[in-house]
């Protein structure tokens, strides 16, 4: 198939709003330590969990403001990676539906987890069930894949920019806009001591993505971009509707591995299961299952409907943001790029704090005023740098979600399944079994990665 667009100009990296990492954690009173994890106890005296008040529908609500994140504006192009005709739709379909499980599955093992080592953070988890000394592991995975996010954001915000200037009838390249933003609204936000006043924000963003679903629905339907359609020919040649013979036997060529990859940075939200599950009022692994079954089914319904309406609408021509190929001039996509914009702008500095927290954890930095200024400025200066010279961030943002993301998604939650269940006296012989089927969906992750590695590396 075509693949002069089958790398994506900006894949943006999908993080759950840090708005759902609520202080508020329970502990259930029949949870307790069980006996393998008596020398960790020993080590550290462990922490009541105290009691949760979220309820199921607010952990389901917030879970999936955390999933469908900006990110999934980047999923048609997944498509016009390896198909540039509709029937590609179809099992492109079953693809984010068999990755969305995969990643709830994942999701769900290491609430699992931390219900039978009464644990409260992946860290705690990792620690508890594998290996107290490698639990930087993740640690590190997590802060990488959070600097791969504030720098795909930085990207969105950048071509955003540029195109509602245009709309407002202003031609302003990408790096004045990309810096003016920066330098008075983000850094500014990024160095506030109290990010709570951000929180309503966050609710911007979710309603942004619906609206920007339907207004995207409405466009195809009503057949807007087609030749002679109402904005056909608006935007530039490479961006207007282009299709060709290559469907739904695309999906078994290599490059189906780009939509894979995007997929695994997509569902990304693992490393917030444990709040999640500590955090319900009535905790108990049913309301967990149901909070996680619901937030995926909800978050791959989202991901199938602006993925399959957005490479309908523009075929191979998708762009890696698709609000890019929508004109200018066309006020209810301009709507959407508001939306979007701001509700990115409000969650880059939620995001950045954790990039720059993971940094300040792994070098020992101490925690001071000064430091944290200066690291602020350091991360943000050298994240705009790279958005604004770095011609294929993609790259960048393929590797990582094929390594870190497969790993966080898949690999880590099914060593910690397999350790917590080895660990567990009472284990039965279904649970057992599952270790197998889980250590199996970490196999399949992991051929996922290499082949993602391979196809990134392959369109250099």
Known sequence: PSASNGMLRVAPTVLPSPMMMSSKIIRHKSLVAPSFMAA????????KIPEGTATVTELIFNLVKGIVGAGVLSLPVGIAAWANAPSAVVPAM?????????????????????????????????????NKSSSWIPAVAVTFKTISAILAYSMILGDTSVSLLATAGFNVAKTPALLALTSTVLLPLCLLKNLS????????????????ALAMVVRYVTKAYTKTGRFGTDCAEALRPA???????????????????????????HFNAPKFYNELKEKTLPNYYKVVSTSFGISIGIFALVAAIGFLTFGSATSGLILNNYSTKDTLMSLSRIAVAVSLVFSYPLAFVGARDGISDLLK??????????????????????????ADVSFVLA?????????????FPALMFRGAIKGKNDATPGQKREVKFALGSAAVGLLMGILGVKMTLAAL
């Open 197 to 212: 006043a951000l929180a309503p924000f966050s609710l911007v963003g979710s309603l942004g993505m619906i609206y920007t």
């Open 40 to 47: 960790a106890v020993d080590e550290v005296a462990e922490e």
């Open 94 to 130: 079953v693809l984010i539906a068999a990755i969305g499980g995969l990643s709830g599955y994942g999701f769900a093992l290491i609430g699992r987890c931390c219900a039978y080592t009464n644990s409260k953070s992946y860290r705690e988890a990792w620690g508890k069930t594998v």
């Open 365 to 390: 930095l101490k925690s001071t005023p000064k430091t944290q200024n200066t690291l602020t400025l350091a991360i943000l200066s050298a994240v705009t740098f790279a958005a604004l010279n770095i």
């Open 399 to 411: 590797l990582a979600g094929a390594t870190l993301g497969n790993a966080l998604i898949y690999i």
């Open 243 to 269: 299709f060709g013979s290559v469907g739904a036997e695309g999906i078994l060529t290599p490059s189906a591995a780009i939509l894979v990859g995007m997929l695994s940075t997509a569902y990304m939200a």
